[in-house]
Structure formats: structure tokens, C-alpha cells
């Protein structure tokens, strides 16, 4: 079988494209996926450490953050929903009335 | 390459070619039907009875030509039908139609006849039902026509409500069985009360089972719930800008799906492959005779009732089926703590 | 062949999910992340969770995507315009990109200070953390009071999904 450490190392590349996509990108509804993209990345990382410790707690936490994401997304949605209906447009530049 | 590898590469081919030709015979069995509920006689032009007209409407489909909007999103375009497909196929992996054969003593060990005998078969059908919404979904935006996009949006809003109605009637039979794989949901339905009445769930879950046919026959857009593609409201539907074979992988994926849910409605409910008079490896024939009776409902419901309006579906399965299976599952636990 | 496997599904995870964040199409990068689901939940059945591998195409492909498709399809994003405002210049990509780069790094090099740890590979052990029996018992008893709260977190975030994208005419500021 892999060694977990395969396993921690393709979760971080996964978090950091992630994260890469909510630096670089431009569309609202772009960002929320790449969020999406880091969340399954943690996934990875609780249900590789909970099989090698031989528990099932890093499947159950997976669980939570599964229904968090969910949760998450559709109050995410909403407010992208909201904010075009002001803008116009998806692009979080548009969004910079409170910038100093 | 053992023989049971080879077998069970057989019998996944041979399941493969079952599933085709059950969308053909579905067709006949439609068109006949439907005109011995009108009263009239239907196909019997093509071979003895019409039984070749399925064959004839392939080849013709076949043979049409292959259209695309021009302002369509050419890759969603054409993996719609695809997924549609794919998902319908798929869900059928895991569905129990036999006991255990060793194919007369050549097989050293016993093969299962089944597909794939994953123990969380339950939650891998609803996934993949779940997936089948992506190629209504994709059909009705890709195709860039306001018949379309209306249909696909009705349609997969509709699917993901009864999605719900559906998964608490599956978790109600879990419930009971203990178990998530099918095939140990169909053994623990053998045996006999009183030995006349065969233990089938269908007698311990009667509202289970009508909430599970209801949601199914609104998962596959099926009448009465077929108003998303009903022909006097919406042209077709998502389905508006196919033809040729892609249109056919939808019309094959629709019937598929009616298949795939009635044989799960066997498995869960009426007892799989059990019956009497024939050993467990011949049981696939019983199996065949409950799907096909499930499936007589489902084309007698469709020629007999009226079409629910849009906005009566959704709150039929909102507002009643979803409470009536949220109550069965509680009744069911309940009673399952009661009485052990 | 699990290893063949491993290699498999994480290039399917890891390609799409940079096609994900590559796309102009927000509509194609939806379908790529749900390529993205599927490697992972393959990669979830290598670690035998079946359970947890299933529940992610139920709860990520199956349902959160496809309300992702659906306010893709009223926003009509596709035809929204990507690029960056005139006054930020192309240092602004280079930065981000030189950001996330360096996040990968550190976490490959943290990674690769650690000793190559293999999995417990007693055959109990994969078994116990398969059964659905075994998560239902710990989530009912050890997790039940998250449990129930993370119900109640639904149940607000649908509230406030509501509120939030609701119509004017509702009588809604």
C-alpha cells in the first residue's frame, strides 16, 4: 500500500491550487470553487490520517466538513446571487467601496 | 485470468447486452400497451405481432442525421446524452438478480450473480442517481433554446426534490435489514410466515414501497410527473435539440433508469430473486417476472393518469411525499426498537 | 496495483482540479471539479472508506455542484469578462502565482522532513473503519452533540440562503 506520506503530499498540492485559484482568478463564482477544492483537500488529509491510526474519527470529520461545505456554498451562493443583483457583474473588483 | 474472472467478465457483457435489449423490448412493450389501453391495435405491420419494430425505430435513428444548434456549447452538447447514459448503465452494476451459481461444479468458487457486490450498494445507487441529474441538466443549457433551458431546469429541480422522498424510503428498508448491500437486503427477505406468506418488506413497509415508487416514477420523469417534457408544454423538453443517436441514448437512458428503479424496487420490497419452486441460481427468473410486473405499472400509470401541472408536483413532493417518508422512517425505527 | 491506482486517481484529481482553476468557462470548470470529486472518492476507496467516498459523490457532485450549476446558469456567467482591472498590471498574477507556489513548496519540503510512515497493514484494521456500523456507532455516541448542531447549521444557512438571495417584492430590503 502508498505511504501516507504520498497521500500528505498530494493534499497540500490539492490546498495550494486551492489556493492558487482564489489568488489569480477573477470570477466570483470561480473563487467559491476553488474554496471548494481546498475543503476536499483537508478531506484527504482526515481520512488518510484516520486509516493509519486505524480509526474511524478521520471518516466522521469528513463528514462535518462535507455538510459544512454544503452549508457553506449555499449561503455562499446566495450572496454572490445578491451582490450581482447590485453590480452587474462577478467580478470581486467591482466590490471595492470599503478599500482605504 | 482465473475462470471466475472470466466469468464475471461474461456475465458483466451479458448483463450489458440484457440492459439494451430490455430498452428495445420496453419500446414494443410501450407502443402496445398504450394501444390496448386506447383500444386499438398498435405496431403489427413490422414482423409477426410488431415484434421487430423496436429494431426498425433503431435503425431509423441510426440512420437520421445529426444536428447541432450553432450557438450550442459544442462539448456540453454532446456529453450530455453520454452522461444520461452512462449513469443509467451504471446504477444497474450493482442490483442483485441471482443467487450464488458455480455454473454446474466449473467454477471452483461460487459466482455471484451480480455485477459488483459492493456492501454500500444502497448509497452507490442513489449517488449514481444523483449523477444522472448532470446530463438533463447539461442537455437543457447546452442546447441554447428557451424550450430547453425551461425543461432541463423543471426537470433536474424536480429529480433533486424527489431525491429526498426516495433516500428516506431507502434508509427505512436499511433500517429494517441492517445492512446496506442489496444482496444481503434480499436474503434476510427469505422465509416464510405462516409458510404462505413470503417475508417480503413490502408487507412490513406498504407506504414505503408506494413512496418509493412514487419518487421513482418522478425520478425518471415518468407520467404522471413527466411534465418537463411533456409534448403540449414544451416541445420535448431538454430533449428539443437532439436527434439521431443522441436523442436515442436519452430514450434509452429514460427506459434504463425505469428498469434499473424497479429492480431495485424488487430487491428492496418484493424479495429479488426468492420464490418458490426454483433453486436460488435459476431465481433470475423471478426476478424477471417482478421487474417486468413493475414495469407494466409504470406504462399503465403513464397511459392512464393525468399530467400534474409544475407547481402541483413540487409541492405534492415537498409538501406530502417528503413528510409521509420522513414519518414512515420514523414509524419504521420506532417499531424496529419496539419489537426488536 | 494499488500503487498503479494511487497514481491514477491523484493525476485525475490534480489535473482537473488545476483545469478547475484554469478554465475561462465557469461552466466547464464546474464539470471539471466534478471529474476532481471522482478521482477523490476513488482515492477515498484506495484508504477503505466506501462509505465516506460514496457520501462525497452524494453530497460534493451531487448536490452542492449542481447548485453551482444552477446560479452558473441565472448569472449567465459565461459571458462575464475575466480579466484584471487597468490598474493593476500583470504583477498582480505574478504575485498570486509566486504566493501559491511557495504555499506548495513549504508544504512538499514540511512534508519530506517527516520519515516515509506506511499504513497500518493489518487487515483488521482496514475492516474496521470500512463497516458503516463502525461510523454510525462513533458518530452517534462520541459526535452526537455535533451531530445534532451541525443540523441546526443547516437549517440556518438554508434560512439565511433564502433570506439573502430572496426577491425585493418579498418584502425583503
Known sequence: MVPLNYYLVLSGVLFSIGTAGVFLRRNLITVLLSVEIMLNAVNLTFVAAGR?????????ITFFVMTVAAAEAAVGLALVIALFRHRETLSPDAYTSLKW | MTPLLVAQLVLTLVVFVALLSSAAAMVYVERKVAAFLQQRIGPYLVGPKGLLQPLADVVKLMFKEELRPRAADALLFGLAPIISATAAFAAFAVVPFGGETTLLGVLKEPLRLQVADVNVAVLVIFAI???GVYGIVLAGWSSNSKYSLLGGLRSSAQMISYELAYGLSLAAVVMLAGSLSLREIVTNQSGYWFYVIPKWYIFLQPIGFLIYMTAGVAETNRAPFDFPEAEQELVAGYHT???SMSFALFFMAEYIN???VS???TSLYLGGWLGPFLPDWLGWLWFLLKVFLLLFFYVWMRWTLPRYRYDQLMEFGWKWLLPAAVINLIATAALVIWLG | MDVVSFYIFAAIAVLSSI??????NPMHSVMLLIVSFGGLAGLYILLDAPFTAVTQIIIYAGAIMVLFLFVVMLLNAHTEDDSLPAGLGPHALRFGALLSALLAVEVVWGLSRVGVTGFNSDPGAASAISSV???GQTLFTQYSFAFEVTSILILVSMVGAVIIAGSRTRGGR
Open chain 3, 133 to 135: 456500523a463502525a461510523i
Open chain 1, 52 to 60: 493509519y491510526h486505524g480509526t474511524v474519527d478521520g471518516q466522521i
Open chain 2, 241 to 243: 435539440e437532439y436527434s
Open chain 2, 129 to 131: 442517481a444523483s449523477m
Open chain 2, 263 to 265: 429492480a431495485v424496487a
Open chain 3, 19 to 24: 483545469g478547475v482553476i484554469g478554465q475561462r
Open chain 2, 258 to 260: 425505469m428498469v434499473t
